[in-house]
Nanobody, 127 residues
Framework: QVQLVESGGGLVQAGGSLRLSCAASGRTFRNYAMGWFRQTPGKEREFVAAINWSGDSTRYADSVKGRFTISRDNAESTLYLRMNELKPEDTAVYYC????????????????????WGQGTQVTVSS
């Protein structure tokens, strides 16, 4: 297992920025693709972004492309999500997740492919 703990959420005005972090411990972080998802009450968990194990390939949902950047620091076992130009519709609980298939190059947007999840961090964007 790999344990994941998100941080960095909060309240921000529309047009502002936040950086989320996801600290990993346990199994070797550097071998796994990672993803960010978000969820609002009454809705299914939504894919936001994913990054492969080495950090040289990324994938984004159309709704965040050009505004959000996913990155990772394998030496620090930390995943990041930089969010710029935030909009009220970005308001959600944000979760990081690990795809525990060893060194897979697949960057899937399907939540079921991710085996380990953090507890989530709330992001609220006011208009």
């Amino acid at each position: 297992q790999v344990q994941l703990v998100e941080s960095g959420g909060g309240l921000v005005q529309a047009g502002g920025s936040l950086r989320l972090s996801c600290a990993a411990s346990g199994r070797t972080f550097r071998n796994y693709a990672m993803g960010w998802f978000r969820q609002t009450p009454g809705k299914e968990r939504e894919f936001v972004a994913a990054i492969n194990w080495s950090g040289d390939s990324t994938r984004y949902a159309d709704s965040v492309k050009g505004r959000f950047t996913i990155s990772r620091d394998n030496a620090e076992s930390t995943l990041y999500l930089r969010m710029n130009e935030l909009k009220p519709e970005d308001t959600a609980v944000y979760y990081c997740a690990a795809d525990l298939r060893w060194r897979t190059y697949a960057l899937t947007f399907v939540p079921e492919a991710y085996s380990q999840w953090g507890q989530g961090t709330q992001v609220t964007v006011s208009s």
